[in-house]
T-cell receptor, first 112, second 113 residues
Framework: SQQGEEDPQALSIQEGENATMNCSYK?????LQWYRQNSGRGLVHLIL?????REKHSGRLRVTLDTSKKSSSLLITASRAADTASYFC????????????FGAGTRLAVHP | NAGVTQTPKFRVLKTGQSMTLLCAQD?????MYWYRQDPGMGLRLIHY???????AKGEVPDGYNVSRLKKQNFLLGLESAAPSQTSVYFC????????????FGSGTRLTVV
């Protein structure tokens, strides 16, 4: 399977703290994407990082990509209770149509 | 500004029954996808389409069929539902390869009894 794998499976922090989630994958990729899913809802696209990029920022989100280690991390700074959700990484692997393979996700709980 | 709309939102089927899930997008996206999500697992790709009239198999296509007769619609069919197909089904669409994220629908919760 080309599936990305997130670590940890679950994360519990206090408001204001930073949250870091990691993703590992198996094969060469075109890009890696992070999505958020609130309970009972669809997924929302957060950020896309291409294989030739090493770091990307969007608001309180910072994503890094290390293609030599086949890994990525998502950092959420100054977390809020509203950040409570599941976060998924998804990889578009090289050589094929645009289809994303998702990991099992990290469940983040941010406590007030 | 609807994005991706899935119907129905909930459905209960008896084993052996058939049904069709409808996905509609109003963003003129070329690519459309069907995923299923089971507890504790990520999304698994069932079928996808890279344009009107095209379909292709994903990771878990068995027991499902799809059609993309119009660019804006992507239908997922279950010919003979089985309890193993109890899941939440998500449709998504995308503008293309490599540069764009997916837009997801809100899901269809299907229970097969």
């Amino acid at each position: 399977s080309q599936q990305g794998e997130e670590d940890p499976q679950a994360l519990s922090i206090q408001e204001g703290e930073n949250a870091t989630m990691n993703c590992s994958y198996k094969t060469s990729i075109n890009n890696l994407q992070w999505y958020r899913q609130n309970s009972g809802r669809g997924l929302v696209h957060l950020i896309l990082i291409r294989s030739n990029e090493r770091e990307k920022h969007s608001g309180r989100l910072r994503v890094t990509l290390d293609t030599s280690k086949k890994s990525s991390s998502l950092l959420i700074t100054a977390s809020r209770a509203a950040d409570t959700a599941s976060y998924f990484c998804a990889t578009e692997f090289s050589g094929g149509y645009n289809k994303l393979i998702f990991g099992a996700g990290t469940r983040l709980a941010v406590h007030p | 500004n609807a994005g991706v709309t899935q119907t129905p939102k909930f459905r209960v089927l008896k084993t052996g029954q058939s049904m069709t899930l409808l996905c509609a997008q109003d963003m003129n996206h070329e690519y459309m996808y069907w995923y299923r999500q089971d507890p504790g697992m990520g999304l698994r790709l069932i079928h996808y389409s890279v344009g009107e009239g095209t379909t292709a198999k994903g990771e878990v296509p068995d027991g499902y069929n799809v059609s993309r007769l119009k660019k804006q619609n992507f239908l997922l069919g279950l010919e003979s539902a089985a309890p193993s197909q109890t899941s939440v089904y998500f449709c998504a669409s995308s503008r293309g390869t490599g540069e764009y994220g997916y837009t997801f629908g809100s899901g269809t919760r299907l229970t097969v009894v």
